[in-house]
Every structure is written in C-alpha cells, then in structure tokens.
C-alpha cells in the first residue's frame, strides 16, 4: 500500500496560465475526491469520481475547473485562467464505495497564484 | 443541510496530560460515519479515528478516544498523555450514508506545552 500520492506539491503560477495538478489514489481504491483547503479552514469538497465516472461536482467548481479520472486509476485536475482566489491547497483522497469507508488523503498540492 | 461545528479554535495541554476536543454536528439522515483527522503543520491529512453512528460502544485507538452523544449529535475527541507529536490540527467530519461525502468542521489547532 503505497498511499495517495500528488503531483506536483507545489506549484506557483501567473493569474491567467493554466494548471493541472494529478492525483494517484491506492490501487484497489474506486472513488477518488479533490477538496480545497485555504489556510485555516477545513477542506471543501469539489468533485468526486467513482471508477471513471464523476457523479458529483460542487457548486463550488467554476466552469475554469474540470476534473478526469481515465480509465478509472489516476486523475487531473485542471484550472484554466487562474485567479489569485484560486489559491490554496488541494487535496486528493481515495476509499472504496462501502459503507462509511474511510477517505485517505494525499499530501495536497499548494498552489499560489501570483 | 448538514453541518459541523467545532467551537474551539485553539486549545493548549501540558505534555503527558489529557485533552478534549469538542465537536458537534447537525444533520437529518439516520446513518452517517463521523471522523476525526489530523493535519500536522504542512503535512498531511491522517485519520485518528472514526466512529459509525448506529454504534452504541464509543470508539477507541490507543490513546485517542470518542465521547460519542448520538441524541445530543456531539462527537469529542480524547487524547489522554499528550505528546509533542500530537500538535496539530484536528478536524471533525461527518458522512453521511447517502453519498459518502465528508462534510468538516473548521478545525481545532492544538499545541503541546512540553
């Protein structure tokens, strides 16, 4: 069991590039969420994918992010134009779809936005 | 909708003895699984302890323990012989059986005095 793992850790950015942070969950793990932490707070959920399919999106997530998960393994998550509001850390996190399964995280990828 | 509160934004214990993060929450649903994770300073997110509501027995993991109150929806967090590891902050979350989405508290920074 190697854990959730998350390129790149850090990533700092010009308001308006695009970026694209991955996500790898534990390999027999089906759901696979992202979340954005600011400083302080607790994370916010943004999508969820269960194998490849994603089923749910936060209103949260503007029409600048979108999320894939191919193949139902790895997934993306993209902002395109970014904003100075867009940074923060995000967090990915994988269970298996049983009932209540514990979500485990990934180290997160901070992003700054300049 | 559902919701947690964590009351304490901070809280301070002298190494060795014992402390108690509080947390409630609000939701309609029958079945739900509650959490307790911690988030070391830029470090990751780690499950302490979880909790499934329809329990009546109050979840235990060496040193971290659960005061669960299902009809008063509260849901503490006992760390008895604190150590300087412990520091960190700690998070309380709830999902709920519908779609497993983790819903969190705005988390509770504890340091160890040594």
């Known amino acids: 069991d190697t854990g959730v793992s998350q390129n790149p850790r850090h990533k700092i950015t010009k308001r308006g590039q695009n970026v694209t942070f991955r996500c790898d969950p534990i390999?027999?793990?089906?759901?696979l969420y992202w979340y954005r932490q600011t400083l302080g707070q607790g994370p916010e959920f943004l999508t969820y994918?269960?194998?490849?399919?994603?089923?749910?999106k936060s209103r949260l997530l503007s029409d600048r992010f979108s999320a894939e998960r191919p193949k139902g393994s790895f997934s993306t998550l993209e902002i395109q134009r970014t904003e100075q509001g867009d940074s923060a850390m995000y967090l990915c996190a994988s269970s298996l779809v049983i009932r209540g399964d514990t979500q485990y995280f990934g180290p997160g990828t901070r992003l700054t936005v300049l | 909708a559902q919701t947690v509160t964590q009351s304490q934004p901070e809280m301070s214990v002298q190494e060795a003895e014992t402390v108690t993060l509080s947390c409630t929450y609000d939701?309609?649903?029958?079945?739900?699984?509650l959490f307790w994770y911690k988030q070391p300073p830029s470090r990751q997110m780690i499950l302490v302890i979880r909790?499934?509501?329809?329990k009546q027995q109050n979840a235990t993991e060496n040193r971290f323990s659960v005061n669960f109150q299902k009809a008063a929806k509260s849901f503490s967090l006992k760390i008895s012989d604190s150590q300087l590891g412990d520091a960190a902050m700690y998070f309380c979350a709830v999902s709920m059986d519908s779609n497993y989405q983790l819903i969190w508290g705005a988390g509770t920074k504890l340091i160890i005095k040594p």
């Open positions: 939701t309609s649903e029958s079945d739900y699984y």
């Open positions: 994918f269960q194998n490849e399919a994603q089923l749910e």
């Open positions: 909790q499934e509501a329809y």
């Open positions: 390999s027999e793990h089906n759901r």
